[in-house]
């Protein structure tokens, strides 16, 4: 089983949308989790970490559930510039230098 | 401030040939790492350095080997170049545990 699993997408979504991904994993020793977002033939960038209580950053807001062992990403009033590829990354307690990077989910925002 | 430096940005490598591929930071970040990203997939660790003087390996060491005689620095060495290395090649950065990657733009290798 893969440690990190995303649904590939794309998620294909009109301007103004709102739209969500799942990130499932499977270490529950998982540790922190983060979101990052990668554009075509670009690096990776951060985009935002995510907390146990949740948080928010402008038009994005991302949850961790531990009892199911999934984060999430919502991004409301989607942008153009928004498609890219979303990035569901774990660490584990016990070994932090390894990141565990999800497929990515990729989403395109159609005018 | 430059973030993570990677050069060179491309290169194609004949099968057996040898190359290194450079990293720099100047944030003076402790932890270092090399991902390789083949298309549609994860990035894969390949080897991680927690200071100067300490490497280890990560998921994919075979094939390769870095150094990390400075701070600032984190090359890594491919050795005996095999097609099955073609892939983008990342180096990345943090300051600590609980901090996300600061990534370099990335090396995209073709071995042929």
């Known amino acids: 089983r893969k440690e990190v699993e995303q649904d590939p997408g794309p998620f294909n979504v009109p301007e103004g949308a709102t739209v969500a991904f799942n990130c499932t994993y499977s270490n529950s020793a998982s540790q922190s989790f983060f979101w990052y977002r990668q554009d075509c033939r670009k690096e990776p960038k951060l985009l935002m970490s995510v907390y146990s209580s949740g948080n928010e950053d402008g038009r994005f807001t991302a949850q961790l559930n531990r009892a199911s062992q999934y984060i999430s990403l919502l991004i409301r009033d989607s942008k153009l510039s928004d498609s890219a590829t979303y990035l569901c990354?774990?660490?584990?307690?016990?070994?932090?230098?390894?990141?565990?990077f999800g497929s990515g989910t990729k989403l395109n925002v159609k005018p | 401030n430059a973030g993570v430096t990677q050069t060179p940005k491309f290169r194609i490598l004949k099968i057996g040939q040898s190359m290194t591929l450079q990293c720099t930071q100047d944030m003076n970040h402790n932890y270092m790492y090399w991902y390789r990203q083949d298309p549609g997939m994860g990035l894969k660790l390949i080897y991680y350095?927690?200071?100067?003087?300490?490497?280890d390996k990560g998921e994919v060491p075979n094939g390769y080997n870095v150094s990390r005689s400075t701070t600032e620095d984190f090359p890594l060495r491919l050795e005996l170049a095999a097609p099955s290395q073609t892939s983008v090649y990342f180096c990345a950065s943090r300051s600590g545990e609980n901090y996300g990657y600061t990534f370099g733009s990335g090396t995209r290798l073709t071995v042929v």
């Open positions: 350095s927690v200071g100067a003087g300490i490497t």
């Open positions: 990354v774990v660490t584990h307690l016990y070994n932090f230098n390894k990141f565990y």
